[in-house]
């Protein structure tokens, strides 16, 4: 079954914690993104990735980091120096850099 | 980076009203792509509009794009209430071909 799988679906960390969310995707695609989305503001780019070990920060990278170690997997992590880390996160994968995009289920991040 | 403008921000109608949203930037636009995201789900693609003023439609939604290639708007006939959803436009332009969503308009639909 092809798509993209993120993980966990829900995930709650104390303040001050770092925590990594998964993201792999098995649709042979080249570009990667990750956008947050708060209620009414739409998604907001965090980090997108053209190719293998290359990334660029989005609109909102500020404690933020990601790694593409391979062409299947993405993950985020989410810094403690990130103000606000509460929020669904949501993965996303295109053939090319601004094509169609294909998402995850997201991850509901809730820090306490 | 790309700025879009995307109204209204949210949209109530009885069932079998019409319903358009529009998307709006002050650039010339490479493409722009419509995305329904039911509650509680993940954004799924609809349609990529890539010509100066090109139309396309899918059943009851008609989707356009502006002459200018600066806006672009969703429109639906006769609602229905599995029309409930955010709809975002989102667009890549210029010599950055990073994928920018609006803000998305939330339409819920009155049986």
């Known amino acids: 079954d092809g798509g993209i799988t993120q993980s966990p679906k829900y995930l709650f960390r104390k303040e001050g914690q770092n925590v990594t969310l998964s993201c792999e995707q098995n649709l042979n695609h080249d570009a990667m993104y990750w956008y947050r989305q708060d209620p009414g503001q739409g998604l907001r780019l965090i980090y997108y990735?053209?190719?293998?070990?290359?990334?660029q920060k989005g609109d909102i990278a500020e404690g933020y980091s990601v790694s593409r170690e391979k062409k299947e997997s993405f993950p985020l992590t989410v810094t403690s120096a990130q103000k606000n880390p509460t929020a669904f996160y949501l993965c996303?994968?295109?053939?090319?850099?601004?094509?169609?995009?294909?998402f995850g289920q997201g991850t509901r991040l809730t820090v306490v | 980076g790309q700025q879009v403008m995307q109204i209204p921000q949210y949209q109530h109608v009885q069932e079998g009203e019409d319903f358009t949203t529009y998307c709006n930037s002050s650039?010339?636009?490479?493409?722009i792509q419509w995305y329904k995201q039911r509650p509680g789900g993940h954004p799924v693609f609809l349609i990529q509009l890539v010509k100066s003023g090109e139309v396309k439609k899918q059943k009851r939604l008609t989707f356009q794009f502006g002459e200018a290639k600066k806006n672009s708007s969703l429109h639906i006939t006769a609602t229905q209430t599995t029309d409930v959803g955010t709809y975002f436009c989102a667009v890549t332009g210029g010599s950055n071909y990073k994928l920018t969503f609006g803000k998305g308009t939330l339409l819920t639909v009155n049986p």
């Open positions: 996303a994968s295109s053939i090319v850099e601004g094509g169609e995009a294909f």
């Open positions: 990735s053209q190719i293998v070990n290359d990334f």
């Open positions: 650039t010339t636009l490479s493409n």
